[in-house]
């Protein structure tokens, strides 16, 4: 299924806002660096998860991707065209390539819009369809999300999160889009619900052949869909591994430590490891060196003296190369 | 698409589907205003049928009778007649002619400058929405009665001149009120996905932004309605408003003004009927937005 090219490649992308200061407000008194050098793919029929804390810089890659903001520096590129260099032509088949469901159902459908035409939005745009076609297709996607296709004349208001989010991911694939990004798609849904809606997407990339970029909080989320998973700390990659990988062994102490938070809610299980303290740095000013190490159980002397790059350890897997990390490796192997 | 019939209409939360629902809603209708208006609207329509006498025939034999229930008056001229022998009961009835038009065209020119306005500072920001603002904000600040007096005696008397007055005076308070709800709109998660989706933002202002405008708008007019009347009131009154033989209801008050002691009937009908349409486009306005604020309505 998967092909060697990349569908989507961010390169060393970075997106710093502006803070201006000083008495009138004119001054640029600093940056807050929300992403900071990002460089990952994915490939066609794949599922890449980013999973980190609220302010890591997650979402602003989302829209990053999305081309709702342009970065500061660095390049995506999408099909192998950058996405900054575009002319309309080529705007238009990454618009019809590339769509969207966020995290709250309860604001991403026009509560003035029937859900028919909140689905057939994306194709009035796209696609030079007939009206009965429109509807026909309509009809189709409603059925493959799960609704049913009379539901179509009614207004958002009139249904549960969940079908909201079935509709705003039947909207999604209203283009035959070949990348859906979803920005926290169950994180504001009923725990029950979650797993309907995750299964639902699983479904769909199995039978579309989709690519999704999915945002996450929660490592527990994403285990069962990801082919890969990047782990982000305040704007930055510590860790990016095939799914099983990082599960298996996940090597670096964020990745860690959000994943013995995934598991602490099992019951029986102890805590392999000490839960998280503090709060997550202020991107205005982050730490030098390693960025986790104020926070990090295992930091070192070095750990504050010198940024770690991100090094491939194995085929597919890069692990920030700081000194805690080396030895954690090498502890584990003996 | 055809799938969506009315899809800018608000939907009325209580009521769909409910077996008792109509009846609810008409429960929870304000009915003695909205009554009121439909009287004054009846009244400003029909009134060449309803009025008994033309609102400018003079009668001079007839001068200064009192209302029917008072010794000398007439049910010939039931709310008495003015210094000029004129039917108050006609004047006051085409006065509503004069006045809930002189409002309503007003209110719709404010608004639509404000939204236009509104609209584009709050869209598209920058130095536009800063001038734009600063522009509405300067007019907020002149007392409007003030600057009506001025412009309407620099402009002579005409109902044209009084719409284009409170027009001008009115549409800064649309422009906040646009401006604020677009930048919450242009935020929202369902217009971001309009632009994912590849949506100009001509389509997005058409199909997302004013669509959710609508509801606000129909509640800051009714609620300016009252408010127009009163300034276009003010101005016939003072004489820079609507020309005198014209029967509007502040000159029908101005008529009468010399002469409230002697023939208080000249000035109270008309000063009646000002109070009554301001209380009850006041009361529908407040109903209405109690219904659509979508503010009241998510919670």
Redesign the interface.
């Known amino acids: 299924m998967a092909t060697d090219a990349p569908l989507l490649e961010l390169t060393d992308v970075r997106k710093h806002y502006a803070v201006s200061g000083g008495p009138l407000g004119l001054k640029t008194v600093g940056a807050v660096r929300a992403v900071d050098g990002l460089s990952f793919s994915v490939r066609a029929g794949e599922t890449l998860s980013i999973v980190g804390e609220s302010g890591c810089g997650k979402t602003t890659t989302a829209r990053l991707i999305l081309k709702l903001e342009e970065p500061t520096a660095g390049a995506i590129s999408f099909e192998g065209r950058r996405l900054d260099t575009l002319d309309a032509a080529g705007l238009r088949h990454f618009r019809g390539s590339v769509q969207a469901v966020f995290q709250d159902p309860w604001s991403s459908l026009n509560p003035r819009m029937t859900v028919g035409r909140i689905i057939a939005e994306p194709m009035i745009v796209q696609a030079r369809l007939s009206r009965q076609d429109r509807q026909d297709r309509v009809a189709e996607l409603m059925t493959q999300v799960g609704l049913r296709r009379e539901q179509a004349e009614l207004y958002p208001h009139q249904f549960s999160g969940g079908q909201r989010q079935r509709i705003a991911i039947a909207r999604a694939l209203s283009v035959d889009p070949k990348l859906i990004v979803l920005d926290e798609p169950v994180s504001a849904l009923d725990v029950s619900i979650r797993a309907q809606i995750l299964n639902l997407l699983k479904d769909l990339q199995d039978r579309l052949g989709l690519s999704y970029v999915m945002i996450a909080h929660h490592l527990a989320t994403v285990r069962h869909m990801s082919h890969h998973v990047a782990v982000m700390y305040l704007g930055q990659l510590v860790e990016i591994a095939p799914g099983r990988e990082l599960f298996r062994r996940p090597l670096h102490p964020y990745t860690q430590a959000l994943y013995s938070a995934a598991l602490s809610t099992h019951v029986g299980r102890p805590l392999s490891e000490p839960a998280l303290k503090g709060e997550i740095p202020s991107p205005l000013n982050p730490p030098s060196g390693c960025r986790f190490h104020p926070r990090c159980p295992h930091a070192l002397a070095e750990c504050s003296a010198s940024e770690p790059a991100l090094v491939e350890i194995e085929p597919g897997r890069r692990v920030q190369d700081c000194s805690c990390v080396r030895r954690l490796i090498s502890a584990a192997a003996k | ?4 019939k009315g ?2 209409a ?2 009325l939360a209580a009521g769909k589907g409910h077996p008792l629902g109509l009846w609810h809603q008409l429960r929870e209708l304000p009915l003695v205003p909205m009554g009121a208006i439909a009287l004054l609207l009846v009244m400003a329509i029909a009134a060449p049928l309803l009025a008994p006498y033309p609102p400018t025939e003079q009668s001079l034999l007839d001068r200064l009778m009192p209302p029917f229930w008072i010794a000398g008056g007439d049910l010939l001229h039931p709310l008495g007649t003015d210094h000029y022998g004129r039917d108050v009961l006609s004047r006051v009835i085409w006065g509503a002619r004069v006045s809930l038009s002189v409002a309503l065209v007003a209110i719709v020119v404010a608004g639509a400058i404000g939204t236009v306005v509104g609209i584009i500072a709050g869209y598209f920001g920058g130095f536009i929405e800063i001038a734009l603002m600063r522009v509405a904000d300067a007019f907020l600040a002149i007392p409007a009665v003030l600057v009506a007096i001025m412009l309407g005696a620099t402009l002579g008397p005409s109902f044209e001149n009084v719409v284009a007055v409170i027009g001008l005076l009115y549409w800064p308070r649309y422009a906040r009120q646009v401006r604020g709800e677009t930048l919450a709109i242009k935020g ?3 217009v ?9 933002s001509t ?1 997005i202002l058409a ?2 932004i004013f ?2 405008l609508v509801p606000s708008l129909l509640v800051l007019a009714s609620l300016q309605v009252g408010a127009a009347i009163i300034l276009e009131a003010t101005l016939s009154f003072l004489g820079v408003g609507i020309p005198p033989p014209q029967p509007a209801w502040g000159v029908i008050v101005e008529d009468g003004r010399g002469m409230l002691a002697s023939a208080w009937w000249i000035s109270l009908f008309p000063g009646l009927a000002i109070a009554i349409t301001v209380l009850a486009f006041n009361l529908t306005g407040d109903w209405i937005r109690d219904r659509l604020d ?1 503010k009241l309505r998510s919670r």
């Not at chain 2, 698409?1 to 969506?4: D, E, I």
């Not at chain 2, 971001?192 to 100009?200: D, E, I, P, T």
């Open positions: 698409m055809a799938l969506s899809s800018g608000p939907r929202s998660d369902y971001k996905l309009a632009r994912v989706a590849g949506c100009s389509r199909t997302h669509p959710n979508p």
